[in-house]
């Protein structure tokens, strides 16, 4: 259920938090003009809510050796319940999957891989995506460049 109770320094929180969730909770007091207490509370009632749901770091995956992204299309024999839970159990399981999506349209899942080279695209697409039970149809397109990319969630009061 979406929080609707979320005001102008909540936002400015978010967005400073997102650029960079190490910074101590003076510093962000300072830059969203708070006093460090009430700040920490608005942080720690985000985080209870559900509003943060947890702070990572962001690995860059050329300079370790994930150069590879590529979309693939997934389209199921049928599309049942438990076909779907088991075809989405399967990607939780996979390290590649990066994401993935039940979707509208031509295909029943969008799912994104990063991996080193095209022998292990070649090596997940047939031992591990063609292998799942109901999958009908698998079409794959290698990202060339990333044009844009963000993490960060525009969040307006």
């Keep these: 259920m979406p929080r609707t109770d979320l005001d102008v320094i909540d936002g400015k929180i978010l967005a400073e938090l997102q650029n960079d969730a190490r910074q101590s909770n003076v510093e962000l007091a300072r830059r969203v003009g708070l006093s ?42 049928r599309q049942v319940e438990r076909a779907l839970e088991a075809f989405e159990a399967r990607m939780h399981a996979f390290p590649e999957v990066m994401e993935c999506y039940l979707m509208t349209g031509d295909s029943d899942y969008l799912i994104r891989i990063l991996v080193r080279d095209n022998s292990e695209v070649e090596r997940f697409i047939v031992q591990k995506l063609s292998t799942i039970e109901g999958v009908a149809n698998i079409k794959s397109s290698f990202a060339l460049k990333q044009v844009k990319y963000k993490t960060e969630i525009t969040v307006s009061a």
């Design 36 to 77: 460090p207490s009430p700040c920490l509370a608005r942080v720690r009632a985000m985080e209870r809510s559900g509003v943060i749901g947890r702070y990572v770091a962001l690995v860059n995956p050329e300079i370790v050796g994930l150069g590879v992204s590529v979309f693939i299309q997934v389209t199921l024999e």
